[in-house]
């Protein structure tokens, strides 16, 4: 779905809040997780192409297991390969910038250091 009419169709233009002149946007209107539909997938996999950085506000509904199902959805999950997943899920790295004294420690958690690596990378605040 490259067609930005049928992306209007599927997540109307005014639901597309560009956050600056070039990169990012807010997408209103859309409850994440497994089950939207895959005109929906289309449409946010354009609109993450477009924006290159998209936000969902008030996504409280989403556990892990329910971001894991909806990332899936986005494309192969590509674990950490130098870390564990959270437990109970396939891929979650827990980011906690209170483990580091206050400030976030870890680079490269998207794994772009790696070969192969992946499409795109989800993050969920839980706390923020």
Same mark, same amino acid.
């Given at each position: 779905?490259?067609?930005? $009419? ?5 997540? #109307? ?16 209107? $859309? ?5 939207? %539909? ?10 993450? +192409?477009? *924006?290159?950085?998209? @936000? @969902? ?11 894991? +199902? @909806? ?5 192969? +999950?590509?674990? *950490? #390969?130098?870390?564990? #997943? ?8 827990? +980011? ?11 680079? *490269?958690?998207?794994?772009? @250091? ?6 795109? %990378? ?7």
């Amino acid at each position: 779905m490259s067609n930005p $009419v049928l992306v209007n169709l599927t997540i #109307p233009d005014s639901d597309v809040v560009p956050l600056t002149s070039r990169v990012g946007a807010e997408i209103r209107g $859309v409850r994440l997780g497994g089950d939207l %539909s895959d005109a929906a997938i289309a449409a946010i996999n354009q609109l993450l +192409l477009k *924006h290159k950085v998209i @936000f @969902f506000r008030g996504q409280e509904h989403l556990d892990d297991a329910e971001q894991e +199902l @909806f990332a899936r959805r986005l494309g192969d +999950l590509v674990p *950490h #390969p130098t870390q564990g #997943p959270a437990a109970g899920t396939a891929s979650i790295l827990n +980011l906690d910038s209170g483990r580091g004294g206050g400030r976030a420690d870890q680079w *490269h958690t998207d794994v772009t @250091f790696v070969d192969a690596y992946p499409k795109f %990378s989800v993050l969920r605040g839980v706390v923020i």
